[in-house]
């Protein structure tokens, strides 16, 4: 499927509704190589068919999945778009209330993968996230110093990305800040 994507590339994008809830239910397969080829099928279809924010908007229900390896691995998924496609790729705000909820997971593995993944998206968002965690958001209150503690070590350590760093322009726009435009964007990449 994977193949089939790379070679039709935009053609493939009428089929991305039947494909998606297949692959994403793949990622809780208890064969490693499964899952593997579904991240590939997923990444390779935010290389050739849909932007990394419109995938992740058909994603959202995968952070839900009554399987908790899809929960795992949809993190996964996440941390592995935000560095090959970056910061601006994905409008974590319309994901981050999920991953915050996936700290109290029943699975110890999901619930460190949520963990990592908060602390994967501060080295490319910054204080931004560490802001909106700790206003928006309802973290447990025996996880927020542990994540603000390793927040501190990403900074002192110098792990933070120049986008983390950014204080204002299209980053903030269309990453944290506004979630309106995050929203619009998908909106229209969805009308297509």
Do not use: W
Request: aromatic share 6%; with cysteine; glycine share 6%.
């Amino acid at each position: 499927m994977t193949f089939l994507v790379e070679r039709m590339e935009g053609d493939f994008r009428p089929y991305l509704s039947s494909v998606t809830p297949a692959a994403t239910d793949r990622l809780g397969d208890s064969k490693d190589a499964v899952r593997e080829k579904a991240q590939m099928l997923l990444s390779s279809m935010m290389e050739y068919v849909v932007t990394p924010n419109s995938m992740f908007e058909r994603l959202i229900p995968a952070f839900s999945h009554k399987n908790g390896k899809v929960r795992e691995e949809v993190m996964t998924c996440l941390q592995n778009t935000l560095n090959n496609h970056g910061a601006a790729s994905v409008t974590v705000s319309r994901l981050v209330p999920h991953i915050v909820k996936l700290l109290s997971d029943p699975t110890a593995l999901v619930r460190d993968c949520a963990f990592n993944t908060l602390v994967e998206c501060y080295k490319h968002y910054g204080d931004r996230l560490r802001a909106d965690l700790t206003k928006k958001h309802n973290v447990p209150p025996s996880k927020l110093p542990a994540l603000v503690t390793r927040f501190d070590e990403v900074r002192e350590t110098g792990m933070l990305l120049p986008t983390a760093t950014a204080v204002s322009g299209f980053m903030e726009g269309t990453c944290l800040a506004c979630d309106r435009e995050g929203a619009k964007t998908g909106q229209e990449e969805g009308q297509e």
